[in-house]
């Protein structure tokens, strides 16, 4: 499964590949969603809308990658 990670205003921008016809699974999720879980699916995650976050939210991004 492939997860594309955006921003909760931009997540819209995603939405095409989430379709029947891709032969792979495809989820979205936003940053603050991620945030707060204790687990999340074993998947590949893909961290878009990197230019929208502020220098504290990108710290995070950098800890959801590690994590």
């Not at 921003?7 to 995603?14: E, I, L, R």
């Not at 095409?16 to 945030?35: C, F, H, K, N, W």
């Not at 502020?54 to 991004?61: G, K």
Request: proline content about 6%; glycine content about 2%; charged content about 15%.
């Amino acid at each position: 499964m492939i997860v594309f990670v955006s921003t909760a205003g931009h997540a819209y921008t995603h939405t095409a590949l989430v379709e029947p016809e891709i032969p792979v699974r495809v989820a979205l999720s936003t940053y603050s969603e991620l945030i707060p879980a204790k687990l999340v699916p074993r998947a590949t995650y893909v961290f878009t809308d990197m230019d929208r976050l502020s220098f504290a939210h990108l710290q995070v991004a950098a800890y959801l990658y590690r994590r």
